[in-house]
């Protein structure tokens, strides 16, 4: 099976790669969330393994098993908890791979019994900024070569390259999201952006994209360290 792909691309390298949503609770029962299902970042992980990376998956809720040959799969649920796994995780990393869809904000109080409905009253929540952990990443004097998502509905190439300095990453993959693409599909189309240049993979599927993805990853990698 590995042989068939990428020819040993990520060998004796490691890569951890986050996938799926948050979900930031508001009481026992009720959460925020969002639409991602996790399968690019389970099909980012599936191309790494046949690449031949190690590979440590971070998951956000999901039901996806984990692809064959994952070597280390941690389950968060939270924002919180993504962010301290994958940087534990990443720690001597090779690569950071963030395709997770992470709640950029959380209830500030995370009520301890089930809220009970005040007939006739709106209910506020104050929400309070989750840290950025691609951003986090960036900041430490030594880090992995660092790979962010960028999902939009409007101004894709503007957005995802400023998310691209302003995180100051490696290469981010940006999408459209919305009218039947991104995160609730089967198929998918990127275009990849780094410094100083750009890759449009065109709509496949999300394991053939994923494939496509970390063969150019690898690539930039490689030329990062030369
Ligand atoms: N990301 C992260 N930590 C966060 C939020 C996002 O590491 N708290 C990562 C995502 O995993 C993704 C990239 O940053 O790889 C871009 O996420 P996105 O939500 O598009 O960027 P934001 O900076 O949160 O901007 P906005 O939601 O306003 O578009
Ligand atoms: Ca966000």
Redesign the pocket.
Known sequence: LAASFGNGLLAGRHVVV?AGPTYEDIDPVRFIGNRSSGKMGFAVAEACVLAGARVTLVAGPVSLTSPAGVARRIDVRS?AQM?AAVLEASAGADIYI???????YRPEQVAPCKLKKQAGADLVLTLAE??????SLSALPEHPFLV?????THDVAT?AQD?LR??KLDMIAANQVGEGLGFETADNALTLYWNGGSRELPRAGKAELARELVACVAERFRGARA
């Not at 963030?98 to 950029?104: E, H, K, L, M």
């Not at 962010?148 to 939009?152: L, Q, R, T, V």
């Open positions: 986050s924002a962010h963030a395709a997770a869809a992470v709640g950029d989750n840290p950025d952990i691609l951003a962010g998502f960028a999902a939009e957005y998310k302003r995180k």
